[in-house]
T-cell receptor, first 114, second 114 residues
Framework: GNSVTQMEGPVTLSEEAFLTINCTYTATGYPSLFWYVQYPGEGLQLLLKATKADDKGSNKGFEATYRKETTSFHLEKGSVQVSDSAVYFC?????????????FGGGTRLMVKP | DGGITQSPKYLFRKEGQNVTLSCEQN?????MYWYRQDPGQGLRLIYYSQIVNDFQKGDIAEGYSVSREKKESFPLTVTSAQKNPTAFYLC?????????????FGEGSRLTVL
């Protein structure tokens, strides 16, 4: 079956530091890959996505590249801000599955200190 | 504005009581989903529905029930059979099956059993 593995948190960084959150996946088909962000007390928001190998998703300074050879979709940002403090979820959607159900990783909490 | 509305945002329940969480969407999406999130953990799928008057169990359906009488609405009932109902519940929707797999989330409902 499909699965997503994320690095465990929390990840604590100082403002303007470089961020990497690792994500690897296992899928039977050709998945689309996503990063969602959850701010405290809120639902999840789509941060970025990539639908095929070698695609790069980007938004708000965050980037992730779909690497089929390493089955990875690591999230990066060159300079984090305090406002980036949130929980980040990696997810995949396999079109071989019924509907658009996503398989989520366990989430990684990011804390950015001033 | 289009989106997903969950209510109530906070709910308290005594043991042995059933409680219903509301989820309404005006995105004209066919599919709707309920997820449960426990502190520090990822999302687990409770139920999903791809079309009106049809729904399927997810990974943790025991102790929950749903209905899908209208395209816009997908209420979740947490029954007294659910052994540990205290959690954060998230409703989501998506467009036509086979798309890129993006889910749109509501802001969540936090249920606490007293």
């Amino acid at each position: 079956g499909n699965s997503v593995t994320q690095m465990e948190g929390p990840v604590t960084l100082s403002e303007e530091a470089f961020l990497t959150i690792n994500c690897t996946y296992t899928a039977t088909g050709y998945p689309s890959l996503f990063w969602y962000v959850q701010y405290p007390g809120e639902g999840l928001q789509l941060l970025l996505k990539a639908t095929k190998a070698d695609d790069k998703g980007s938004n708000k300074g965050f980037e992730a590249t779909y690497r089929k050879e390493t089955t990875s979709f690591h999230l990066e940002k060159g300079s984090v801000q305090v406002s980036d403090s949130a929980v980040y979820f990696c997810a995949l959607s396999d079109i071989d599955n019924a509907g658009n159900m996503l398989t989520f990783g366990g989430g990684t909490r990011l804390m950015v200190k001033p | 504005d289009g989106g997903i509305t969950q209510s109530p945002k906070y709910l308290f329940r005594k043991e042995g009581q059933n409680v219903t969480l509301s989820c309404e969407q005006n995105l004209n999406h066919d599919a709707m989903y309920w997820y449960r999130q426990d502190p520090g953990q990822g999302l687990r799928l409770i139920y999903y529905s791809q079309i009106v008057n049809d729904f399927q169990k997810g990974d943790i359906a025991e102790g929950y029930s749903v209905s899908r009488e209208k395209k816009e609405s997908f209420p979740l009932t947490v029954t007294s059979a659910q052994k540990n109902p205290t959690a954060f519940y998230l409703c989501a929707s998506s467009g036509v099956a086979g798309g890129t797999g993006e889910l749109f989330f509501g802001e969540g409902s936090r249920l606490t059993v007293l």
